[in-house]
């Protein structure tokens, strides 16, 4: 998934069809589920600065509760609360405010910016369903959902690609 913290339509999908994914699909370990960050400046003024605060709970492992509690709480993304937030998941709060503050974790989120819009991410949500090889961490992308369709949606998808593996 691509996302952005301020996107109404992945906290949707965040709140309703990526429950039951979870449920049916990952914890069984049907499927795995990898999430990158695509905020959009240019609508969303506090999506950039969300996905930082993501990236540097990420470094402490943290990186899930910090992505449920933003896109569960996207009314409250300025920089004060992603540091209240950091604190309330007990953050090693000079670690967590020296990435944030770093130059480097801004480049390095930029590139991945870059890398998204290159294969053609320009919008979210956006999903990129596929299969990976076992023991490469390379994806091979069969589908393309743009949107936070509902649940069914996925799951019609989800099991044609499986049955195809079988």
Same mark, same amino acid.
């Given at each position: 998934?691509?996302?952005?913290?301020?996107?109404?339509?992945?906290?949707?999908? #965040?709140?309703?069809?990526?429950?039951?994914?979870?449920?049916?699909?990952?914890?069984?370990?049907?499927?795995?589920?990898?999430?990158?960050?695509?905020?959009?400046?240019?609508?969303?003024?506090?999506?950039?600065? #969300?996905?930082? #605060?993501?990236?540097?709970?990420?470094?402490?492992?943290?990186?899930?509760? +910090?992505?449920?509690?933003?896109?569960?709480?996207?009314?409250?993304?300025?920089?004060?609360?992603?540091?209240?937030?950091?604190?309330?998941?007990?953050?090693? +709060?000079?670690?967590?405010?020296?990435?944030?503050?770093?130059?480097?974790?801004?480049?390095?989120?930029?590139?991945? +910016?870059?890398?998204?819009?290159?294969?053609?991410?320009?919008?979210?949500? +956006?999903?990129?369903?596929?299969?990976?090889?076992?023991?490469?961490?390379?994806?091979?992308?069969?589908?393309?959902?743009?949107?936070?369709?509902?649940?069914?949606?996925?799951?019609?998808?989800?099991?044609?690609?499986?049955?195809?593996?079988?």
């Amino acid at each position: 998934e691509f996302a952005d913290y301020e996107c109404p339509y992945c906290r949707d999908f #965040a709140s309703k069809s990526m429950k039951q994914i979870e449920r049916d699909y990952i914890d069984s370990g049907r499927i795995g589920f990898v999430f990158k960050d695509f905020p959009i400046e240019s609508t969303h003024p506090h999506a950039f600065g #969300a996905a930082l #605060a993501a990236l540097c709970a990420g470094e402490q492992g943290h990186l899930w509760e +910090m992505n449920h509690k933003l896109l569960a709480e996207s009314s409250a993304l300025e920089r004060d609360n992603l540091f209240r937030d950091a604190e309330s998941m007990k953050l090693d +709060m000079t670690k967590f405010q020296g990435c944030f503050a770093d130059d480097k974790t801004s480049t390095r989120l930029r590139q991945l +910016m870059r890398e998204a819009g290159e294969i053609g991410i320009d919008g979210t949500p +956006m999903f990129v369903l596929g299969i990976r090889k076992p023991g490469s961490n390379t994806i091979k992308g069969l589908r393309l959902i743009e949107g936070g369709y509902p649940y069914e949606v996925f799951k019609a998808t989800l099991d044609m690609l499986i049955a195809t593996q079988n």
